[in-house]
Each structure stands twice: as C-alpha cells, then as structure tokens.
Nanobody, 129 residues
Framework: QVQLVESGGGLVQAGGSLRLSCAASGRTDSHYDMGWFRQAPGKEHEFVAA????????RYVDSVKGRFTISRVAAENTVHLQMNSLKPEDTAVYYC??????????????????????WGQGTPVTVSS
C-alpha cells in the first residue's frame, strides 16, 4: 500500500519562506503525477499546484503563481513545494496528493478532487502578519 508522507510545515512570518516535501512510501509501480492542495480554517479544499510524473509540466492556482514553485526529481515519487513571499492568507493545512490517471490540468476542478487516488495526512502552515 502506497502512503504519502509530508514534511516541512510550520510557523513563519509574512514575507518568509517554507519548503514542503512529500515522499511516497511502499510499492510504487504506478507513475504518479503529484501535487499539493490546502484547506484553510473554515474553508473547503483548494488546489495549489501539481507536476507531472516526468516533471516537465506544472500547474498552479493563480493566487500562488510567482511565489510558489513545485518540483520533483524526474520519475521519482518525491515532490517539493517551495513557498516564498508567504502571506497570512496562505495559512492552511497542506496536503500532498498523487494520482496516476487524472491529467493535472483537471486538478483545479473541485469535482475531480474525490477521484484523486492518494492523499497525505497534511502538514500545517501558519503565516503570521
């Protein structure tokens, strides 16, 4: 059974940076596209960023473009999210997600969330003003 394990969350002041990491453990025969979602207090899950198995294609929600960078070593089931210029509105629990089927261009649609195969336990990020 494949599990996703996140690390790197924490408390940071506005304008600061954090780097989240996620590794898939267990038997990983499938080629997983990977990404990050977040859930702020009292709000629904929100797509943040995703990257294909090859690492060649990425997608971001508009609110993080230019501040967040998703990356992975090509063809490895490990993904990172470098978060710069953090804002208080970035405060949320960040979830690593992996799926071998759904194109990452569809991950921003809420209707797709429930079909994504693997979700991590989440790591909290708090940005103080």
């Amino acid at each position: 059974q494949v599990q996703l394990v996140e690390s790197g969350g924490g408390l940071v002041q506005a304008g600061g940076s954090l780097r989240l990491s996620c590794a898939a453990s267990g038997r990983t025969d499938s080629h997983y596209d990977m990404g990050w979602f977040r859930q702020a207090p009292g709000k629904e899950h929100e797509f943040v960023a995703a990257i294909t198995w090859s690492g060649n294609t990425t997608r971001y929600v508009d609110s993080v473009k230019g501040r967040f960078t998703i990356s992975r070593v090509a063809a490895e089931n490990t993904v990172h999210l470098q978060m710069n210029s953090l804002k208080p509105e970035d405060t949320a629990v960040y979830y690593c997600v992996a799926d071998p089927h759904a194109p990452i261009s569809y991950w921003r649609f809420q209707a797709v969330y429930g079909y994504l195969e693997l979700w991590g336990q989440g790591t909290p990020v708090t940005v103080s003003s």
